[in-house]
């Protein structure tokens, strides 16, 4: 038996490992959640019972499913509430006392809160705009209301209600409604608020069909007369000239819908990005001529003096041969993890190099993604046997080798793909702060840094990364002055084709993905601005000797997709304040 004195020089020897475990401990905790983790759960839980629980069921396949549809009034004012109730309760958290990591996320929250809360109510003040073009829709939304317990009503009673909705229906026409006094977006409305209502009916008509015979024997008939009436009243609202002309305009048949100055401005402080449109497009001329100065160089050792053009040419006839494609993306992807591992840059997982995918894409979607795309899995953009030739050229020279060697990384390791596998594994919960200044700005960060670090070796291969780096500085160029209202879809397309050096077809597609593929006025800024906004972040940590290569990549992705000044925020273990602001201004016009 030991003696006390021996027991206790026991214990004081091993109580500075367990103190060292437990410190080491706490941050593999805050690797999955903080003191905010639990509340920003239950709210994104509460927001979806709210939206399932007044939103249509309607059966797809054998079973009803939650149909997503416009909101109706009272779905609108319940999300409102539960907004404004989360917002009052987080004013009673004790702020001060949270980590680096809850203090993030409480401010994340915040700013998601007042997001939704100014969209519900811009929403509600545009449907104003449009409450005389459909009166009809509050008895709609009453006989709604009640299927959602079940409720036997009085069928002959409802069976004249839907008939006199229908016959009010009946009375607009494309005289009485004055169609000239909408703009595009209450056009827009309205068919959301159309579309939306016969879902509704739809969900009732679903639910006592067959079930209760009395309510076949009166409303199946006036349920089909009114669907009829608001399929018949939709048409007066049919948006033209939506689809490409046979013989192009100068716009390409392109149609967009510029946001503006204000709006841009709005939108640029809810992606915590603290500078003008103006200013962003000054850093992407600026970044523009950085390549332009690479393109010369590497046109000149290519034998082809100042004229980088035919030089491009030269590259882009290097492309492989049709079935072939495939093949070269597993040997540009395996050249990128050797460089980064031989550069000792990141460890990146052995299961997600072993379970990236691959699929071709489709003809129809090469028509407004002409380069591949990537996530989970690469998808192949190259020709297919319904192009025409002209099309299968442009397709693959604008696929070649040296083009796709600055992006296959892009979409699959470290990018998207590794952003997929570590995403679902570190803080999911804050997959409702998702960005694409972190989206893209990841994969974007990747192409500056290998560039930087000599991955393109031959004058060939940097004018492929190049290709790239220009053409994410012309995205911010295009797409802020198109919505600033200064240039046209066709100039757009003519910018990219004279100053990047497009093929004319995959121009098109790209000015056309990004004003008509759904995505946001910022998402083609998001590209280069993330990536210099990480690569500021780098310059602070890395080369300024307070983390390595390995643990700066690892922390990042384990903060999940959020803005990157509140990753700044995180990484730095920056002191902030409940009122916090965005204020990085993380790029220097002077160096």
């Known amino acids: 038996m030991k003696k006390p004195y021996q027991l206790l020089f026991i214990i004081m020897c091993l109580l500075p490992s367990a103190i060292f475990s437990q410190e ?79 203090k993030v996320d409480y401010l994340l929250l915040k700013k998601e809160i007042k997001k939704e809360i100014a969209q519900l109510e811009k929403t509600e003040s545009n449907e104003k705009a449009i409450l005389k073009y459909i009166p009809f829709a509050t008895g709609i939304y009453a006989i709604e209301k009640e ?14 209600k839907l008939n006199a909705i229908a016959k009010e229906v009946g009375t607009f026409n494309a005289t009485s409604i004055n169609k000239a006094a909408l703009n595009k977006a209450n056009i827009r409305n309205i068919n959301e608020v159309i579309y939306g209502l016969k879902t509704r009916l739809r969900g009732v008509y679903e639910f006592y069909k067959g079930y209760d015979p ?82 010369l160089k590497a046109s000149a050792e290519m034998g082809f003096g100042k004229d980088w053009k035919k030089a491009q040419e030269k590259v882009k006839e290097s492309f492989v041969a049709p079935g072939k494609q495939p093949e070269l993306i597993v040997q540009l992807q395996d050249d990128a993890l050797d460089f980064i ?5 990141m460890n990146i997982p052995e299961l997600a190099k072993e379970t990236w995918g691959m699929v071709m894409m489709s003809a129809e979607r090469q028509l407004v993604n ?81 560039y930087d670090k000599g991955f393109a070796k031959s004058p060939e291969e940097r004018i492929g990364m190049l290709f790239w780096r220009m053409h994410r500085c012309a995205r911010i160029i295009f797409s802020l002055n198109y919505h600033l209202g200064k240039w046209t879809p066709g100039q757009c397309v003519d910018f990219l084709v004279d100053r990047v050096g497009h093929e004319p077809a995959n121009a098109e597609g790209e000015v056309r993905r990004s004003f008509e593929g759904g995505y946001s006025p910022l998402y083609q800024v998001a590209y ?59 790029y220097n016009f002077n160096k």
């Open 147 to 160: 299927r959602r317990r079940g409720k036997a009503m009085d069928w002959p009673a409802v069976a004249a």
């Open 24 to 102: 080491k401990a706490v941050p593999s905790l805050y690797e999955q959640t903080s003191e905010m983790g639990t509340t920003i759960i239950t709210y994104q839980r509460d927001l979806r019972a709210i939206q399932d629980f007044y939103s249509p069921y309607v059966i797809e396949g054998t079973y009803p499913e939650v149909a997503r549809v416009y909101y109706s009034p009272e779905q609108r004012s319940r999300l409102l509430a539960i907004q404004k109730e989360y917002l009052k309760g987080m004013e009673q958290m004790n702020f001060d006392a949270f980590s680096i990591y809850g």
């Open 341 to 345: 591992k031989k550069q000792d840059l």
């Open 214 to 295: 009395l309510f076949d024997w009166w409303v199946s008939k006036p349920y089909g007369n009114l669907v009829q009436a608001l399929d018949n009243y939709a048409s007066l609202f049919a948006e033209k000239g939506t689809e490409a002309p046979a013989q192009k305009d100068s716009n390409y048949g392109i149609k967009g819908n510029p946001i503006g100055q204000a709006e841009l401005l709005t939108q640029l402080q809810a992606e915590m990005i603290p500078y003008t449109p103006e200013e962003l497009v000054k850093i992407a001329e600026k970044e523009f001529a950085f390549c332009d100065q690479e393109l």
């Open 370 to 450: 002409p380069f591949f795309t990537g996530g989970r899995e690469i998808s192949i953009s190259y020709p297919t046997t319904s192009m025409t030739e002209g099309d299968k050229l442009m397709s693959m020279r604008g696929n070649n080798p040296y083009f796709s060697r600055g992006t296959v990384q892009h979409e699959l390791l470290p990018g998207h793909h590794l952003q997929y596998y570590m995403n679902s594994r570190y803080k999911n919960y804050r997959e409702l702060f998702t960005t694409p200044f972190g989206i893209e700005g990841w994969t974007l960060y990747w192409e500056l840094l290998l």
């Open 528 to 586: 280069m601005i993330g990536g210099l906004q990480l690569m500021a972040l780098k310059h602070e940590l890395v080369d300024g000797g307070k983390m390595s290569y390995n643990e700066f990549h690892t922390r990042v992705m384990k903060e999940n997709l959020i803005p990157m000044e509140m990753l700044r925020a995180t990484l730095t273990g920056q002191s902030l304040k409940r009122d916090f602001t965005s204020q990085w201004k993380f």
